[in-house]
């Protein structure tokens, strides 16, 4: 079956504006996560939710970040005011029901650049 | 709070032998989970192998082999019969049992690349 999606591939844009980046996770999995992995280091959690809800956004670094997922499936990551420490891969992973054991599976990344 | 540490930044192995990727955590918590993830120079990440800090036997998936060793608090991922395929980057993480503050999410190791040679 298909797996985790996410839109854009890469994305360009210019200091203080706002981007979106969209995740389609794997059909029928309830349990969907957001990671940013920074160049030389290995992925840092963002949010995690269940269902519609985030049940975990502890690793959102300030105010500017923010996620949806209103029906339970495809969640968006929106960045305001974008910074150029955003810069990054922006990975989303999603897992059957989110328990310590399950296994996340994870997209092919969406390249921002911030300039 | 949880950590993950894999010394070895890089290692260069020849092919078809065995090789070792060190990773060690640190958890304040009885039950958690172990991960390895491969991630290609095309960037997704691939799910290797799983161990649970409760499983009695070390966990095996085809080629790869996880090296659990509790009181140590190690976990290193054993690629037996190592092929050019494998070049890659390699990730351990671990999550704990309780919800909240992040533990919800994987915390990773910083990786190690991996280079087979001919």
């Known amino acids: 079956g298909a797996g985790v999606s996410q839109t854009p591939s890469n994305k360009v844009t210019e200091k203080g504006k706002y981007v979106e980046l969209r995740c389609d996770p794997i059909?029928?999995?309830?349990?969907l996560y957001w990671y940013r992995q920074s160049l030389g280091q290995g992925p840092e959690f963002l949010i995690y939710f269940q269902g519609t809800g985030a049940a975990d956004d502890s690793g959102l670094p300030n105010d500017r970040f923010f996620a949806v997922r209103p029906e339970g499936s495809v969640s968006t990551l929106k960045i305001q005011r974008t910074e150029r420490g955003d810069s990054a891969v922006y990975l989303c992973a999603s897992s059957l029901w989110g328990g310590q054991g399950d296994t996340q599976y994870f997209g092919p990344g969406t390249r921002l650049t911030v300039l | 709070a949880q950590k993950i540490t894999q010394t070895q930044p890089g290692m260069f192995v020849q092919e078809k032998e065995a090789v070792t990727l060190d990773c060690t955590y640190d958890t304040s918590d009885p039950s958690y989970g172990l991960f390895w993830y491969k991630q290609p120079s095309s960037g997704e990440m691939i799910f290797l192998i799983y161990q649970g800090s409760y499983d009695q036997q070390n966990a095996t998936e085809g080629r790869y082999s996880l090296n659990f060793q509790k009181a140590r608090k190690s976990a290193n991922l054993v690629i037996s019969a190592s092929q050019l395929g494998d070049s890659a980057m390699y990730f351990c993480?671990?999550?704990?049992?309780?919800?909240?503050?992040?533990?919800?999410?994987?915390?990773f190791g910083k990786g190690t690349h991996l280079i087979i040679q001919p």
């Open positions: 059909s029928g999995h309830t349990a």
């Open positions: 993480a671990m999550r704990n049992m309780y919800s909240g503050g992040g533990a919800d999410g994987l915390t």
